[in-house]
């Protein structure tokens, strides 16, 4: 009977034997007992990256098929959840190029005649939109009139440590207060503005 890597005892600690069987053995397979407890990360990393939790659920699905039925092989040179993720970043750009129908902003596009420019794409503007712009500096303004109207201790609190940034010891020794108060101001003030 032989096997696939020859372990006589001449060849037992050669570095190329070792090297064979260790990377015979890092070719692990993957089952759904391991996969189970990854999914929420895996489907919350989706959801960022897509804003669509129905189809980073599928994705998801679509990493989890892939591992179960080898085409995806796990070699255990890194964690399984970083090898997961690595291979639903390459589902995600899979899925962008396809949706987009395009390699790159480059590639000429026209219509059935092969003319230039028959087929407009909308592109997205990294901008806001006029009536965006104005629904934020709505809110914004509301938001300040509701800490305006908040209790002084509340008030000074959310000044300093949300509006201007300040880094939390910073606040504590200008407020002379503990940090566990500082925490229990900023809750109380949320929960405030919020109701």
Known sequence: MH???????ATRFHP???AQASAAA???TIGWTELAPQRGYLVSYARRRLQDPA????LVHDVFEAVVTGRAVFGG???LRSWLVGVLKHKIVDLVRQRSGHD????DDGDADGEPGGEHRALECPQARPD???EQRQRLTQTLARIAELPATLRRVVELRLLHERPTAEVCQT????EQNLFVRLHRARRALVS
């Open 3 to 9: 096997s696939a890597v020859d372990v006589s005892p």
């Open 26 to 28: 890092a070719l692990q």
């Open 16 to 18: 190329a034997v070792v």
């Open 77 to 79: 040179r890194s964690a």
């Open 104 to 107: 790159s902003l480059d590639a």
């Open 55 to 58: 189809l980073a659920e599928d």
């Open 175 to 178: 407020l002379e207060i503990s």
């Open 132 to 134: 965006e712009v104005a």
